[in-house]
Structure formats: C-alpha cells, structure tokens
C-alpha cells in the first residue's frame, strides 16, 4: 500500500469510526474505489484501529482517571459499576470474535453488496434514534447487555458499531451523551485485546518499506479521529443523526447500485 492510499484510509477510518456510518463498511469501499486489494494488510487494520483507540483515550482521559482511581479504592462505587458494565458490554463481541473469526474475516474482502445492505440497516437504526425523547436516564446492567449484543452485530462490514450501540442506548431509553459516552468507551479495551491476540498469533509482520505507510496511516487516523469524537458527542446531544441517517441510506444504495453495474457489465 502506498504513503497517499494509507493516508485516505487512515483519514476514512479515523472519521468513520466515531460517526455512525460504519468504519469497516466504508473502509471496503475506500479498497475498492482505490483499488487496494481487500486482504492488504492486516497489520494497517491493526494500526489505524490502535490510532482511533488512542484518540478515544485523549478524549475521554479525565473520565478514564477518574474510573481509574474510583476502580482502585476497591469500593462498589458509580465508577466500579460503570467499568463492570463496559466488562459484560464486551463480552458478546468477544466471543464472535473469539469463535466466528475467520467467518467474519471472509465478509471482509470485497462483499460490496454486503456493506451496501447493512449501511441500510444502520440508516434506519440512526433513524429511529434520531426521533427518540432525550431523558437522563443511565446505562444499566440489562442494557449493557444489549448495547453489547448491538455491538456483536456490528462487527458485520457496514454496520456502525458507533451508530448501532449508540442508536441501542437511545432506544432503550437512555440519555443521549451517556450513551455516547459508553458506546466510545466500551470498545478501546476490545481494540486493545484484538490487537494483543494478534501480536500473540504471530499474524503481525513488518517490512521496512511498510514504515512511512503505516506512520501516515496512524497520523491520519488518530487526528480524523480526535475531530470526528469532539464532533459525535455534540451531534448526538443536538438530535442530529438523521443526517447520517439519510447519508447512510444514500450510501447503501450508490453500493448495491454499483455491484448490479459490474454484474451487468459482466
């Protein structure tokens, strides 16, 4: 992959990653319109992944000390119950990770008519969320549940996992920036794990002239990155996701509209 090519898609996944339009989804589409091939390269995921997780990190830095230092007084406090709903919100997308990764690593290579139908999918979600009561209401145990159900599912290619765990919150009742606030939080230790099981494997290699690629990649990323959080949580406090509704529905269907042009062609 070339310095400018890594730069696109680290800017894409950057952006992608915290608005509601489906990182991987339009990380495909970026391969494809750029020509990269679908399986180039693991180890750019990895690092483009790692640069969003560490923007999310200063973002949310003093909520992240403060659950820190409320975890370590080692007393059932908000910031010990908050951190154990984010454990049980992982645990649905850790075991499809665990169990299902090659399933899903197969959905991720070129299946454009896949990602066109789930950015549908997630314009309705946005939708629905987008008219929904704002209330003050927090994220509960049983919502954990399903906010990390939600979450499980998004890690099919052109389901925002931001838009779906967001847009659950939501419509479980749950108030707009909290529910913002612990959909960005919930998935920094996953990244972190993913990326852990993947050194662990072995299945990360680097080349030399893949240094100045991956660096511009992660630069990309993690400054789109710090942008587009600032920017979400303000949208989502403002009721402002039928735009990304609209343009995921428009997105969707420019998708299946280009695969049924390349099957005619054919």
């Avoid at 830095?61 to 154990?84: M, Y």
């Avoid at 009742?173 to 099981?197: C, E, H, Q, W, Y």
Wanted: aromatic residues 10%; hydrophobic residues 55%; charged residues 15%.
């Amino acid at each position: 992959m070339d310095t400018i090519n890594a730069i696109i898609l680290g800017i894409i996944q950057g952006l992608t990653e915290f608005l509601p339009v489906s990182s991987s989804g339009h990380i495909e589409l970026g391969k494809a319109i750029l020509g990269v091939e679908p399986e180039e390269n693991i180890l750019f995921t990895v690092v483009v992944h790692f640069a969003t997780a560490l923007s999310t990190i200063v973002i949310f830095r003093k909520d992240i000390l403060e659950l820190l230092k409320g975890i370590f007084q080692f007393q059932w406090n908000e910031e010990s119950k908050f951190a154990v709903k984010v454990i049980i919100s992982m645990i649905p997308a850790a075991i499809v990770g665990v169990y299902f990764e090659e399933q899903l690593e197969a959905l991720f290579k070129g299946n454009i008519l896949l990602v066109g139908c789930m950015l549908i999918v997630t314009a309705i979600l946005l939708y629905f969320a987008d008219k929904a009561k704002n209330t003050i209401k927090k994220v509960s145990y049983s919502n954990a549940v399903i906010i990390g159900i939600a979450q499980a599912i998004a890690m099919l290619p052109g389901i925002s996992r931001s838009g779906a765990t967001i847009s659950t919150s939501v419509l479980l009742g749950n108030d707009k920036t909290k529910a913002a606030r612990f959909s960005f939080l919930m998935v920094v230790p996953l990244i972190f794990g993913k990326i852990a099981k993947d050194i662990y494997d072995g299945e990360l290699s680097l080349e030399s002239t893949q240094i100045i690629p991956l660096s511009a990649g992660f630069l990309a990323a993690f400054i789109a990155g710090l942008f587009a959080c600032t920017w979400m949580i303000n949208l989502v406090k403002k009721s402002k996701l039928i735009y990304f509704s609209i343009y995921c529905l428009l997105v969707g269907l420019i998708a299946i509209g280009f695969v049924g042009y390349q099957n005619f062609l054919q």
